[in-house]
């Protein structure tokens, strides 16, 4: 029997209205609504507040893209690539950067000597290999299922041998890490393509760098003619049942290449698209989605001309499958307002609406509010065309070709497969019968069904019978920031989408932990107590932990930053000034806001919204009515701060850089009303890019000294003064690839020797910046967000591969 509304929001002491939001921004029932665990409920009650993160996500990115004129360049990415590959070539022996499966990664002997201490040796992966991330595709070897690869938003492709048991990346210089979708030749095992960059962001925020392929199943290589800006969003890729043809769906339309080297391409649909794919057995035949336009299109001459599907109206993203045991009959999940399922029964021509109901007959609301982002449709059984499976949020099975949908998995359970779902994939010997094994890859990494006919079909949830998780080692974490105590050993990061999580060197790689849900952002941990640490939520909602990181936040009382649980009006509310970050009730800052604790004096944090913030007592009981005291000690500049820096042994020395480029300081930051002062705007030596200031390092032993990088595609990221601001140089100097340089580290003992996080992978120098070398092991290809030191071991967080460390303390 259906449950009401109002009987849930009685049960949940929540209004009827909050009942209706629930169920449609997290494209659930309420019966799933029901089952929330209290600490839930009130997460989700928060989450309502910001009902597209992904795309807030995406325009973060972009921001820190930007050149100076507030465009991108053009295959900016492509070309940045190429600079570090060629670096690395001058830098070491020919080699092919790769992993354990192949023969190339490592520097041969004989090599040059490492760059500013490191050695190949000493860089360690330290997870997290049980937490994953954005998994776009998913294919499997037809002859030997347990080979499985998988692509991922920003880790590139990872393969396992043993059916996910343990997973490795096939190719660490893989020219660009930030995959969209992969597809296998079905007459060649040992070719397939992948496509980077990721369309599904409604703006062009994670770009990727054309087509890559293997014809041997370990070696991957561009196609060079892929190599444009209409290459530069790849979300699906199709091969014909001949593999005489592919069909690539871009940002930009729909591409066709019909000669085996892949050489030539034609541009056959001008739309965008974000899904293609052909007929199982007939390559003469094919369908195409739209990416955000409400439209899908079918071709009978193998992809060389198209026509408009009849059907509709429709809005949004179209996602497509044909059924495997009837490809005249094609589902269509479209988007609209919250998930609508389409059948045609003449392979794609005309479609009609399925019911798309509830069991109890109640719409269904599957795809929730971000069917944009998170939309998968799969009939693969070769018994059944009307079994279906859907995802959005959570994964649905219908029986009866659509008309109904029974949730089978519950985002917040640990047990069941996690939120956000974008590819589902048959086992190469799924017959319905005897195998019924089903792969999913969603925001947490790849998951497997073994009995697609019961996984899921507990009487009520949460729905966890007969899910597997299968990320063991598939570390593709996209991290925004890290910090380390180097007493406890122990590290936390804000995830994106993965919250905040700690790694407990007793506890190892595989059981990183979370202490506070959603999407992490900054970090700090507290120097002189190993038990304190702090995060943040979205828009500089900051969090304190006083467990070692341990457990996660169950009363929604662990905001500093003012907000918190109204347990009377069942609300999030916020305490009053002083005891709250007024930019951050206002969403007055970046989407990952910076905060730093004071490395002088463990109760101040400073924290950037449009305003800069301080509380002198970080340590502050919190309450519902009291807590940390706030203070903006500096008035806005017309751009939100972007980073933030104190200097080691002097805390009224505090630098300040802003999302457009501006950079200010302060002599007396512990007053109560700092003097704040503009350093690079003019002068014979100025400090020259006008675009997203991403971050400000100090000297540890000169406090005149100071690093400012930047974003954009542009070959001087990196700057430096020696004179407190006075005159800047460019330390860049196309020494580094034009790429956004996020994060700069200086040897705390050895402080010529410079460690540069860029979007391209970690560059080192042993002589203060003068001449820089790319690492060719651990933190590679993949963004570095951050770096930090634990003593003398320099900790590097990646957006896409996790982390590493490397201990420098052997530094002659």
């Not at 050489?263 to 739309?271: E, N, Y």
């Not at 916020?574 to 109760?603: H, M, Q, S």
Request: include cysteine; proline fraction near 7%; glycine fraction near 12%.
């Amino acid at each position: 029997m259906a449950i009401s509304d109002e009987e849930v929001a009685q049960a949940k002491n929540i209004s009827v209205e909050q009942v209706q939001l629930l169920c449609r921004a997290r494209g659930t029932t309420n019966e799933s609504l029901a089952a929330l665990p209290e600490a839930v409920v009130r997460r989700a009650l928060l989450r309502l507040d910001f009902p597209d993160l992904p795309t807030a996500r995406g325009l973060f990115r972009l921001k820190q893209e930007c050149s100076d004129d507030g465009s991108v360049r053009p295959h900016g990415l492509g070309r940045a690539y190429e600079q570090a590959g060629a670096m690395l070539s001058r830098a070491a022996p020919a080699m092919t950067a790769g992993v354990p499966t192949g023969p190339n990664g490592r520097r041969e002997r004989g090599g040059p000597a490492p760059t500013a201490g490191m050695h190949l040796a000493d860089w360690v992966w330290l997870g997290p290999g049980n937490v994953g991330g954005r998994t776009r595709g998913i294919v499997i070897d037809p002859a030997d299922p347990d080979r499985i690869w998988a692509v991922s938003a920003g880790g590139g492709v990872w393969h396992t041998k043993d059916g996910g048991a343990q997973w490795e990346p096939v190719d660490d210089f893989l020219a660009n890490l930030a995959c969209g979708c992969i597809a296998r030749d079905p007459s060649d095992a040992s070719t397939m393509y992948v496509g980077t960059g990721e369309a599904f962001q409604n703006l062009d925020a994670i770009r990727g760098n054309g087509i890559f392929r293997t014809t041997d199943a370990a070696t991957w290589s561009p196609l060079p003619a892929t190599r444009t800006p209409d290459f530069r969003f790849v979300s699906r890729i199709a091969v014909s049942p001949s593999g005489a043809v592919v069909l690539a769906a871009t940002s930009t339309g729909l591409f066709r290449s019909a000669d085996a080297a892949r050489a030539q391409w034609t541009q056959v649909l001008d739309v965008p698209l974000g899904h293609v794919a052909f007929d199982p057995q007939d390559g003469k035949k094919a369908v195409a989605g739209a990416l955000r336009d409400g439209a899908a299109w079918f071709s009978r001459d193998g992809g060389v001309t198209w026509a408009l599907a009849a059907g509709g109206p429709w809005n949004g993203r179209v996602e497509l499958t044909y059924a495997e045991k009837d490809p005249d009959i094609v589902y269509a999940s479209v988007q609209m307002t919250s998930g609508q399922i389409w059948r045609s029964l003449d392979g794609g021509k005309t479609y009609k609406k399925r019911g798309t109901l509830t069991p109890d007959g109640l719409p269904s609301d599957y795809l929730g509010g971000q069917g944009w982002y998170d939309n998968a449709v799969w009939a693969g059984d070769p018994t059944d065309s009307d079994l279906v499976l859907v995802g959005g949020v959570n994964l649905f099975r219908s029986t009866d070709g659509g008309d109904h949908l029974a949730e089978i998995s519950t985002w917040w359970d640990p047990a069941s497969a996690h939120a956000d779902q974008h590819a589902i994939v048959s086992h190469p010997g799924y017959d319905g019968v005897t195998n019924r094994t089903v792969f999913f890859g969603n925001d947490g990494g790849v998951f497997k069904a073994d009995d697609l006919s019961v996984v899921g079909s507990e009487p009520e949830p949460p729905f966890v019978a007969g899910w597997t998780e299968l990320v063991n080692n598939y570390g593709v974490t996209q991290f925004y920031s890290g910090a380390g105590h180097s007493g406890s050993g122990k590290i936390i990061g804000g995830a994106q989408d993965n919250g905040s999580i700690a790694f407990d060197p007793a506890l190892g790689t595989q059981d990183w932990r979370p202490f506070f849900g959603g999407d992490g952002g900054w970090c700090a941990s507290d120097p002189t107590d190993p038990d304190v640490f702090y995060g943040e939520y979205v828009f500089l909602n900051i969090h304190r932990n006083t467990d070692g990181a341990t457990t996660d936040d169950t009363q929604g009382d662990r905001y500093i930053s003012g907000q918190f649980f109204n347990f009377v009006s069942r609300e999030w509310d916020w305490k009053p000034v002083p005891f709250r970050i007024t930019d951050a009730k206002n969403e007055d800052a970046l989407f990952i806001a910076p905060f730093v604790l004071d490395p002088n004096d463990e109760n101040r944090i400073l924290a950037g919204g449009v305003s800069l913030w301080r509380t002198n007592n970080a340590k502050q009981p919190n309450t519902a009515v009291d807590g940390p005291k706030w203070a903006a000690i500096k008035p806005g500049a017309g751009a939100m701060i972007s980073a933030i820096a104190v200097t080691r042994g002097d805390s009224d020395a505090v630098w300040v850089g802003h999302e457009n480029g501006m950079v200010f300081r302060t002599a007396n930051g512990t007053a109560p009303t700092p003097t704040w002062k503009r350093v690079g705007a003019t002068g014979p030596s100025p400090l020259a890019p006008r675009r997203y200031c991403t971050g400000i390092t100090v000297h540890p032993a000169d406090p005149d000294t100071v690093y400012v990088t930047f974003g954009g595609y542009e070959p001087d990221n990196l700057w430096v003064t020696t004179d407190g601001g006075t005159t800047w140089a460019d330390l860049a100097g196309g020494a580094l690839p034009p790429a956004p340089v996020r994060a700069l580290a200086v040897h705390p003992r050895r402080t010529d020797l410079l460690y540069a996080g860029t979007e391209v992978g970690l560059f080192a120098s042993d002589d203060a910046g003068a001449h820089w070398s790319p690492t060719n092991e651990g933190p590679t290809n993949c963004s570095v967000d951050d770096l930090f030191w634990m003593d003398e071991t320099l900790v590097c967080v990646t957006h896409g591969r996790g982390m590493f460390h490397i201990d420098l303390s052997n530094v002659p």
